[in-house]
């Protein structure tokens, strides 16, 4: 794995205007950077990253298991006790889900550790799918690039293929869209997942969250009075949980993407159960509830995260009693765990996260994160990748 210069198109930000790639730059920073691009080989992609990925995913539906069938599980994730029953149901029909992101440190060299995983509303994926596929076509016929030059990136061939699976079981249903307004980064998302809903066939429309009713049956609805039926949302369950409408949930016959059950795999409650049900596994950093976070070594360094927790908030890294890094946010009053800290790589001046996915349950590639800080957060750039070798 090495960082790699190369010379940046002379007309990326037109092109990524174009196609509605609006939030390349926010506040002013550059989110999307292509001045670099991380290099891998074909052994680091298919034993360091896709195979621990593959593993991780039928460890996280072990642990799903385990906690819809115990009391005392569920009450650790933080979830009110009258959606229960509804996560368990939806996980014992089995209910079909579409993606997840695993976040991974990984120098190339070492085993990938597990950081996080995000498996209800992951971002970054209009990026890894599609975005940096298109800059690694362009910068091959440019003569930048190798000709054999590769990515571990079969994302959008896998979620359209994921979305003709989902439309055999819901064949008379339009499918919504849904994201709250005011979010180029989420709109871009739902807008991009909406396009491969369409390749595949499925009848599609948009609606924001903040326009969903609630009819007189307590079913949900969107501006035109249209049942919703059928609904990808990029809002998180525990702010579904938390909602005015929260109680329709409970009567509602829509069928959501993701469905309820992944509630427990947006929540960092999963880091400590992993490592209780599959303790020193090769690719899980040590982790504990509070009760236990003696039992971690803190010359090692700790990380302090909250619960429901996302895109870097709330996080402190203590090492040996002092405080290395911490960001803000407002999270925290749920409860938190305790994990080891694992130093991302560091190339230069920036540390390198990966963030590695799944399609329905398939490893499918990669995007890659760059921050100055020990702490990746929502505004952590986004750089591509190669395979060579």
């Known amino acids: 794995m090495i960082k790699v210069p190369i010379q940046e198109r002379s007309n990326w930000r037109a092109q990524a205007q174009a196609i509605g790639f609006k939030f390349h730059t926010m506040h002013g920073e550059p989110y999307w950077d292509e001045q670099a691009y991380y290099q891998f080989s074909l052994r680091q992609i298919e034993q360091g990253i896709e195979a621990p990925t593959a593993e991780l995913h039928q460890m996280l539906l072990h642990i799903v298991d385990k906690v819809c069938d115990d009391d005392e599980l569920m009450q650790r994730f933080a979830i009110p006790e009258p959606f229960w029953h509804m996560i368990r149901r939806s996980w014992l029909r089995r209910d079909p889900h579409l993606y997840g992101r695993f976040d991974l440190c990984y120098d190339g060299n070492h085993n990938a550790k597990l950081l996080e995983a995000n498996y209800d509303t992951p971002t970054s994926l209009f990026e890894s799918a599609y975005w940096q596929w298109i800059w690694l076509e362009q910068q091959v016929s440019a003569g930048l690039l190798p000709r054999q030059?590769?990515?571990?990136?079969?994302?959008?061939?896998?979620?359209?293929?994921?979305?003709?699976?989902?439309?055999?079981?819901?064949?008379?249903?339009?499918?919504?869209?849904?994201?709250?307004?005011?979010?180029?980064?989420?709109?871009?998302?739902?807008?991009?997942?909406?396009?491969?809903?369409?390749?595949?066939?499925?009848?599609?429309?948009?609606?924001?969250?903040?326009?969903?009713?609630?009819?007189?049956?307590?079913?949900?609805?969107?501006?035109?009075?249209?049942?919703?039926?059928?609904?990808?949302?990029?809002?998180?369950?525990?702010?579904?949980?938390?909602?005015?409408?929260?109680?329709?949930?409970?009567?509602?016959?829509?069928?959501?993407?993701?469905?309820?059950?992944?509630?427990?795999?947006?929540?960092?409650?999963?880091?400590?159960l992993l490592w209780q049900y599959f303790p020193n596994h090769p690719n899980l950093l040590p982790a504990f509830f509070a009760d236990k976070k003696h039992l971690l070594p803190t010359h090692l360094g700790v990380v302090k995260k909250p619960i429901f927790s996302r895109e870097g908030a709330n996080i402190e890294i203590c090492k040996n009693g002092k405080v290395i890094a911490q960001s803000s946010g407002n999270y925290g009053e749920e409860g938190f765990i305790y994990q080891t800290y694992s130093p991302l790589p560091k190339f230069g001046d920036e540390h390198v996260v990966i963030g590695s996915w799944v399609v329905g349950d398939e490893p499918a590639g990669i995007g890659l994160r760059a921050d100055t800080s020990l702490i990746t957060q929502d505004l952590s750039r986004f750089i591509p990748h190669v395979v060579l070798g």
Request: net charge negative.
């Open 149 to 272: 030059s590769d990515q571990f990136n079969s994302l959008q061939e896998q979620l359209i293929d994921r979305f003709r699976h989902l439309h055999k079981l819901n064949r008379s249903k339009r499918l919504h869209f849904s994201c709250c307004k005011g979010t180029d980064e989420d709109k871009g998302t739902v807008d991009y997942l909406k396009s491969c809903a369409i390749e595949a066939g499925i009848r599609s429309q948009f609606v924001y969250i903040e326009d969903i009713g609630v009819d007189e049956k307590r079913q949900f609805t969107d501006l035109e009075d249209t049942l919703i039926n059928w609904c990808f949302k990029l809002y998180p369950w525990e702010f579904m949980f938390e909602d005015a409408y929260s109680s329709a949930l409970l009567h509602s016959k829509t069928a959501w993407l993701e469905p309820s059950w992944k509630a427990l795999l947006s929540n960092k409650a999963i880091l400590p």
